[in-house]
């Protein structure tokens, strides 16, 4: 009788790397988690690589998956010792089951998406990088900002995971963002995916957009916005009000409180929660300088008479 056929060998770093992704979506993780997560992926290349390994055999676990993700979720224990067997089969087994919990985000955003932690580039809150990812190509990422390179020695390409990036091409570039295409070649543009909405503002130049069948093609001071299978008509939009984060600015023309919220949220560690209906629909108009966003709750306090409730972990209530 043959003898049974051994199970693969694991890298040690991958199977570490494969207990912090249960230990992050065990339901119990907390900011210090997150805190020895990063310490442990900055020890070498080596350690970082292996996360995003590990990240991406859950991602096609749970791919494959499908409509298992009602099933028990894998169970985290304090420091789980795992054997490679173990690793490789029931681990394996338990984060297919565990798809939708893989893909879902920590409780009020607080820190990034598995998704978001295993990207090739991604920017903390409060950071902004500049990339040249091609002789024709430059790029900045806004705070909390993903992407994964995609490139090929003739094709610049990257996939925005989520956040903001603004691009300029001398030649061809495409951006993949949440199904769609973005493409351009002498051009300047933005591209802003949230909430599984994308937004794509083309600044100078022309950019096509593929998404859901369609193809639209928008020019100068022209944006567009797709989600779910819909495409939004091209509307006008303020360049300079848009551009203005890239200068350390954030400005705002009449935006409800709600809308400068989400923004403000994106800068500043924590997270700011209105709960006021009344307090959600005043306008608010200024520029912020994004360095000094820690006076913004004073100053809503004051403007608007509003009571502000502060939780730990940088939660801040306005009602």
């Known amino acids: 009788m043959s003898a049974p056929p051994e199970t693969p060998e694991i890298n040690p770093l991958i199977e570490e790397g494969l207990q912090w992704i249960a230990r992050l979506k065990s339901g119990v993780a907390t900011r210090d988690d997150l805190d020895e997560l990063a310490a442990w992926r900055a020890q070498s290349e080596a350690h970082d690589e292996a996360f ?147 937004c794509v503002s083309c600044i100078d130049g022309a950019v096509d957009i593929k998404y859901a069948g369609k193809s639209t093609r928008i020019g100068p001071a022209e944006q567009l916005t797709y989600s779910g299978s819909s495409v939004s008509r091209p509307v006008a939009f303020d360049p300079e009000s848009l551009t203005a984060w890239q200068s350390g600015l954030l400005i705002f023309h009449n935006q409800t409180l709600t809308s400068v919220v989400d923004q403000i949220n994106r800068y500043r560690p924590g997270k700011i929660i209105v709960v006021n209906a009344d307090l959600r629909r005043r306008l608010v108009n200024g520029r912020f300088q994004i360095g000094k966003l820690d006076d913004f709750v004073a100053q809503v306090e004051q403007l608007f008479d509003a009571k502000v409730t502060s939780l730990p972990g940088g939660l801040v209530i306005l009602s």
Request: aromatic letters at 6%.
């Open 52 to 198: 995003k390994t590990a990240a991406r055999i859950f991602r096609r676990a749970g791919v494959a998956a499908g409509n298992l993700a009602e099933r028990p979720a894998l169970v985290y224990r304090a420091r789980p010792v795992w054997s490679r067997r173990a690793v490789m089969g029931g681990t394996i087994a338990a984060g297919t089951a565990a798809a939708a919990y893989l893909a879902a985000r920590p409780p009020f955003d607080l820190w990034p998406s598995l998704r978001e932690l295993s990207a090739d580039v991604r920017t903390a809150t409060g950071e902004q990088r500049k990339l040249q990812i091609s002789p024709a190509v430059a790029l900045q990422l806004n705070t909390q900002t993903s992407i994964a390179m995609r490139s090929s020695d003739a094709h610049p390409r990257i996939e925005l995971i989520s956040g903001e990036v603004a691009a300029t091409a001398d030649g061809s570039f495409e951006v993949l963002a949440h199904g769609g295409e973005v493409r351009a070649t002498q051009a300047r543009f933005d591209v802003d995916a949230r909430d599984g909405s994308v």
